[in-house]
């Protein structure tokens, strides 16, 4: 079930990691980008991810987006490869604790707020973005970080969504610089209605789902 934009995404991301949305979507769908060679997929529900998982080759790297409640981290940590929406100190030290019972380090990518317009969405006040990255370097031995994740206002105004994937740019580059690019070398941001504008401000990660399953233009 390869839809055309699938191939118009490959084309502009050649040097940039594509992480397959598949939320919502049939076992048969997420095959069908496997076969095609992908390999690192994402969920946002702890029960969807367990389901998939258990179901699906074995060599996915499924990653976790979205809000992970505190009470789900113990499901999901012996199955998922990296957390992209840390983005508090209390959910880091259930991580840290679960990571430590099961002998293993696991990858994560801060969750960066920064499109104020969108009230509802998790994520680190960029302002904190140094003190928790200590934290994390500091306390959570077992957490390993990778990168930053934000996500795109919500909104037509193109000019906004440059500024907001500029800034997280900008801040993407101080902590490569402040902390090395060991722990910061991932930038997962853009989506299906903005990914072209977020290759131009430097993404490493697309995260793509919607324009992957769906004939319409967006």
């Given at each position: 079930?390869?839809?055309?934009?699938?191939?118009?995404?490959?084309q502009a991301a050649l040097d940039i990691d594509l992480c397959v949305v598949?939320?919502?979507?049939?076992?048969?769908?997420?095959?069908?980008?496997?076969?095609?060679?992908?390999?690192?997929?994402?969920?946002?529900?702890?029960?969807?991810?367990?389901?998939?998982?258990g179901t699906l080759p074995k060599d996915i790297a499924w990653h976790y987006?979205?809000?992970?409640?505190?009470?789900?981290?113990?499901?999901?940590?012996?199955?998922?490869?990296?957390?992209?929406?840390?983005?508090?100190?209390?959910?880091?030290?259930?991580?840290?604790?679960?990571?430590?019972?099961?002998?293993?380090?696991?990858?994560?990518?801060?969750?960066?707020?920064?499109?104020?317009?969108?009230?509802?969405?998790?994520?680190?006040?960029?302002?904190?973005?140094?003190?928790?990255?200590?934290?994390?370097?500091?306390?959570?031995?077992?957490?390993?970080?990778?990168?930053?994740?934000?996500?795109?206002?919500?909104?037509?105004?193109?000019?906004?969504?440059?500024?907001?994937?500029?800034?997280?740019?900008?801040?993407?580059?101080?902590?490569?610089?402040?902390?090395?690019?060991?722990?910061?070398?991932?930038?997962?941001?853009?989506?299906?209605?903005?990914?072209?504008?977020?290759?131009?401000?430097?993404?490493?990660?697309?995260?793509?789902?919607?324009?992957?399953?769906?004939?319409?233009?967006?």
């Open positions: 079930m390869i839809e055309k934009h699938y191939w118009k995404i490959k598949s939320k919502h979507h049939s076992i048969e769908e997420i095959q069908s980008y496997y076969d095609a060679g992908e390999r690192i997929f994402a969920e946002n529900r702890a029960t969807e991810l367990i389901f998939k998982a987006i979205g809000h992970l409640q505190r009470n789900k981290v113990k499901e999901i940590l012996p199955i998922v490869s990296c957390i992209q929406s840390l983005d508090n100190i209390a959910l880091a030290k259930v991580i840290e604790k679960e990571a430590t019972k099961l002998n293993r380090t696991v990858n994560v990518l801060i969750e960066l707020h920064l499109a104020d317009e969108d009230t509802n969405k998790s994520g680190l006040d960029p302002a904190d973005v140094d003190m928790f990255t200590n934290f994390l370097l500091q306390e959570c031995p077992h957490i390993s970080i990778q990168g930053l994740m934000t996500m795109g206002p919500h909104t037509e105004d193109t000019a906004r969504i440059h500024e907001v994937f500029a800034k997280a740019q900008d801040i993407f580059k101080h902590l490569q610089e402040t902390f090395g690019k060991q722990y910061f070398h991932t930038l997962s941001m853009g989506m299906s209605h903005d990914y072209p504008i977020a290759i131009e401000h430097g993404s490493t990660m697309l995260r793509i789902g919607t324009y992957l399953f769906e004939e319409n233009e967006l």
